[in-house]
């Protein structure tokens, strides 16, 4: 029987880069990509507190995903630009 060596080391060093890589890249995600924005509107604070409970928070359990996070609040945003048509929203 022969040995194998060196090509799965090789391999083995390929995919812990790959995992670093791929870490990095997924925190970078979730530090960046979520950017904070300003909703200038008419809508009562009431009014503002029921859209965010039912738009982001209902679902607290996925708060630590960066991605469903920013597909909350842009239903949030979208969901106040739908009752108040003068509703402004800066980056």
């Known amino acids: 029987m022969g040995t194998a060596t060196g090509t799965t080391a090789a391999g083995n060093g390929t ?8 870490y990095l890249g997924y ?10 924005r300003r909703v200038e509107t008419t809508l009562s604070g009431q009014q503002l507190r029921q ?15 960066a991605y469903s996070l920013r597909w909350r609040m842009n239903s949030f945003v979208a969901q106040v630009r739908r009752l108040d048509s ?3 929203v800066m980056d």
């Open 15 to 22: 995919a812990g880069a790959l995992i670093v890589v791929l």
């Open 27 to 36: 925190t970078a995600f979730k530090r960046h990509g979520f950017r904070p």
């Open 51 to 65: 859209v965010f409970r039912r738009t982001v928070a209902s679902t607290l359990g996925d708060t630590t995903k």
């Open 86 to 88: 003068t509703a402004k």
